[in-house]
């Protein structure tokens, strides 16, 4: 055998590389750890919320948590709510809540985040809107250095005359290089064709596509949107997160606040 200075170095060992899956169920965990009993709780709509709300109820059915109550802010975690026995109520009985926790789009550095690409932007809105704390789970893919870059803004609309609001949309960005405002549709197999996608709210949803993200100020950027009359509500949350658990590839977990 050689000598110990001619033994090759051992090979470093393979840092871990998560899957995005991985990573969501790392950030949901400990959003689920930092918990406290006894609090009302909003929760959020999304896979990675979903695997809160797993881990929220596993903590409930070993008495490591108790008197939790949530407010959904979809139907589909309503439903999810129900099957996994977490005690629910709604926002006219409990105006003010402890603490939120859900996932997001795409996070920037000041903790702005879009909202709503699967569709519940305002039932998050005005629960995550309503908490004293809003943590905010994310796998590292969300973060981005500017709004709108990985995907659309999603912006709820009222159904009525919805082409001429879609108008309206577009002549406000009519300046902007490659911005485009689409009806979200889903295919319907009854019918056999693509459909507009409705909310929870029975309302629709326009994506707004901008090349290089939004340009500019959000403030400003919401302001113009909400003003168009038949817009209900958009996907950008600017300054509600109060702190955002990062979970990376690596395995470790990084957090904003
Ligand atoms: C739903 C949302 C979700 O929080 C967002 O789409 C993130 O979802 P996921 O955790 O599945 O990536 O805003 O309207």
């Known amino acids: 055998t050689p000598p110990p200075h001619l033994l090759s170095p051992p090979l470093p060992s393979p840092s871990p590389s998560l899957t995005q899956d991985s990573q969501k169920l790392l950030c949901a965990q400990r959003a689920a750890s930092l918990v406290k009993p006894s609090t ?4 959020g709509t999304g896979s990675t919320a979903s695997l809160f709300l797993q881990h929220l109820s596993h903590l409930l059915s070993t008495a490591s948590l108790h008197s939790i109550v949530g407010v959904p802010t979809s139907r589909k975690t ?11 109520t709604d926002l006219g009985s409990h105006s003010i809540l402890d603490l939120s926790v859900d996932g997001a789009d795409e996070v920037d550095q000041e903790m702005n985040l879009v909202k709503g690409r699967g569709g519940s932007l305002l039932r ?18 969300k973060l981005v250095p500017r709004l709108g870059t990985t995907g659309p803004i999603p912006v709820e609309i009222v159904p009525f005359c919805w082409e001429y609001t879609i108008m309206k949309i577009k002549e406000l960005f009519q300046g902007e ?20 996608f409705k909310t929870d709210n029975e309302n629709y949803i326009v994506n707004l596509l901008f090349e290089k993200g939004i340009g500019g100020d959000l403030v400003t950027f919401s302001d113009q949107i909400l ?15 109060t702190s955002v658990i990062v979970a ?5 977990i990084v957090i904003l606040d």
């Open 177 to 196: 290089i490659g911005f485009d405002a689409k009806l979200r549709t889903v295919w319907d197999e009854k019918e056999g064709k693509e459909v507009p």
């Open 40 to 43: 009302v709780i909003g929760l």
């Open 227 to 241: 003003r168009i009359t038949g817009v209900i509500e958009h996907g950008v949350f600017i300054g509600m997160a």
């Open 248 to 252: 990376k590839k690596d395995g470790s």
């Open 78 to 88: 309503e439903d999810l709510a129900k099957d996994l026995n977490i005690p629910l």
């Open 124 to 141: 998050e809105k005005m629960v995550e809107g309503a908490s004293k704390e809003f943590v905010v789970i994310v796998d590292e893919s």
